[in-house]
């Protein structure tokens, strides 16, 4: 069984990709890079086809996805268009017939470090060391793994 984790981003969109077996290991990650495309129809139009590459490619057996936190009203903009990016994500999920999990920032944390408010760096350093990885330069899939493993964990009731 595999499992898709996605962190929706405006300017990257994180991937992470776990294969269950008897545990948990790790197969994939990256990112879908959107920075250098300034139409934001295009934008999503690119992630879209980022997305079903790897849903085609992997042929996982469900998505999670993160959540948006509205943190700051100031910039509602900036929220509603990666809203529109998560839509995106999940839409091209359901078109794939693949059933998609949402989890809260705070609780993949919680279910990850033991923490909800920990940092990027703590649950970086989790995710390393859970799955025996070296290195892993992109937060952005350092988030999609610990979504997928949240997911996982979701799933039989664990946690780390």
């Known amino acids: 069984m595999i499992y898709l984790g996605i962190d929706p981003g405006l300017l990257k969109t994180g991937f992470g990709l776990i294969k269950i077996k008897d545990y948990p290991y790790y ?8 920075i250098k495309i300034n139409n ?34 100031k910039n509602i903009f ?11 994500a999940i839409v091209c999920a359901a078109n794939h017939n693949l059933p998609v999990f949402e989890y809260s920032s705070r609780l993949i944390k919680q279910c990850i470090t033991g923490y909800g408010a920990s940092n ?12 025996k990885l070296r290195y892993i330069n992109s937060y952005d899939a350092i988030d999609a793994i610990a979504i997928a493993l949240t997911h996982y964990y979701k799933y039989k009731n664990t946690t780390i």
């Open 120 to 131: 990027k760096l703590i649950l970086k350093q989790i995710v390393c060391s859970f799955f």
């Open 40 to 73: 934001f129809s295009k934008k999503l139009k690119f992630l879209y086809s980022g997305i079903s590459e790897i849903l085609a490619h992997y042929c996982p057996y469900e998505v999670a996805i993160e959540e948006v936190f509205i943190s700051n009203k």
């Open 27 to 34: 197969m994939d990650s990256g990112y879908i890079n959107v």
């Open 78 to 88: 900036k929220t509603l268009r990666l809203i529109q990016a998560r839509g995106t």
